[in-house]
């Protein structure tokens, strides 16, 4: 199910109703495996939780902008790009990740289904003011977790029951033959 497609203008219209908007920062510090990694190098930490949830957005068939601070970088102005299919941004000088998914869940109050993932105790009440629903830093790690063990299972219910071996699909006759030529 693809999530978007271009329009005539190579604007991007999103297929799926469905948004989650991610914290960036507060899931990489509330994640330990991703903690330990920005105690060495924040960038392949935000470069982790990016593929992460890569994996999970392709799984859960919906939109997903992860949100980081910059708001303290001396004339920031912004970028937001996309990574395979997730939306990375990082705010402008002044702006914090939570005003950015606060003012983002309020223009999409009504038209979509917005969650919001963060621990951000203040910060969830504010959105689900505006009518979004939270998700804590633990409950994504552990939607997460789930969705990776399905797409395994998944992946091995797709494996062929048998090798992938020549003499596997040979008929009883020719595969005698060719062993009894192998043997010498």
């Given at each position: 199910m693809k999530l978007f497609a271009k329009d005539k203008n190579d604007?991007?219209?999103?297929?799926?109703?469905?948004?989650?908007?991610?914290?960036?920062?507060?899931?990489?510090?509330?994640?330990?495996?991703?903690?330990?990694?920005?105690?060495?190098?924040?960038?392949?930490?935000?470069?982790?939780?990016?593929?992460?949830?890569?994996?999970?957005?392709?799984y859960k068939k919906i939109n997903i902008i992860i949100v980081f601070d910059a708001h303290l970088v001396k004339g920031g102005v912004g970028s937001v790009y996309k990574y395979n299919d997730i939306y990375v941004v990082y705010t402008k000088e002044a702006e914090t990740a939570d005003n950015y998914i606060e003012r983002t869940a309020t223009v999409f109050r009504g038209k979509y289904k917005v969650k919001v993932a963060t621990s951000d105790g203040l910060e969830q009440v504010i959105i689900m003011s505006q009518g979004a629903v939270r998700m804590s830093a633990r409950e994504l790690r552990e939607d997460v977790k789930l969705a990776k063990k399905h797409i395994k299972e998944k992946i091995e219910e797709m494996k062929p029951i048998k090798n992938n071996m020549l003499i596997d699909n040979l008929d009883k006759e020719t595969a005698a033959w060719l062993e009894k030529m192998r043997r010498g």
């Open positions: 604007r991007v219209i999103f297929l799926s109703d469905e948004y989650l908007l991610v914290d960036g920062y507060n899931i990489i510090f509330a994640w330990n495996s991703l903690k330990k990694i920005a105690e060495k190098s924040l960038e392949d930490a935000r470069d982790k939780l990016i593929d992460i949830l890569g994996d999970y957005q392709g």
